[in-house]
C-alpha cells in the first residue's frame, strides 16, 4: 500500500493539482472539520458507495490517524482501485479545513 505524509499532500494542493481525497471518519468527526474538498464517505458504507468512487483515477484516503484509511485502501485495492493513504491522518492535518 502506498502512504503519504499530510506535507506532501499539502505541497500537491498548493500546486493546483486536483486531487481526490476521500475522508472515512464518522459524521461526528467530520463535523469538527476536514479537508476542503474532501468526500465523505464512513469507512463502513464503503463497499455500497463504490459507485461513487471512480476507478480510473487515483483517490487518496484520510482518516483519524491514518489506521481506518489503510483498511479502506486495503478494500479498494482488492477492487482495483489504485489509492494512497494519508500517514497520520487528521490528526497531523495543518492545513485549513472546512466545516459541514
Known amino acids: 500500500m502506498k502512504d503519504i505524509t499530510t506535507k ?4 500537491k494542493v ?5 486531487v481526490s481525497i476521500i475522508d472515512v471518519r464518522e459524521d461526528d468527526e467530520v463535523a469538527g472539520g476536514k479537508i476542503p474538498g ?3 464517505i464512513r469507512l463502513s458504507e464503503i463497499p455500497e458507495r463504490l459507485d461513487e468512487i ?3 483515477q487515483h483517490h487518496y484516503m484520510i482518516c483519524r490517524s491514518g489506521g481506518r ?18 500517514a497520520g491522518g487528521m490528526l497531523v ?5 472546512e466545516k459541514k
Request: hydrophobic share 25%; with cysteine.
Open 38 to 40: 474532501a468526500k465523505h
Open 54 to 56: 471512480e476507478k480510473d
Open 93 to 97: 492535518w495543518e492545513e485549513e479545513v
Open 8 to 11: 506532501e499532500l499539502e505541497q
Open 14 to 18: 498548493k500546486n493546483g493539482e486536483q
Open 69 to 86: 484509511s489503510g483498511r479502506a485502501c486495503e478494500f479498494l485495492i482488492e477492487q482495483g482501485y489504485d489509492v494512497t493513504n494519508i
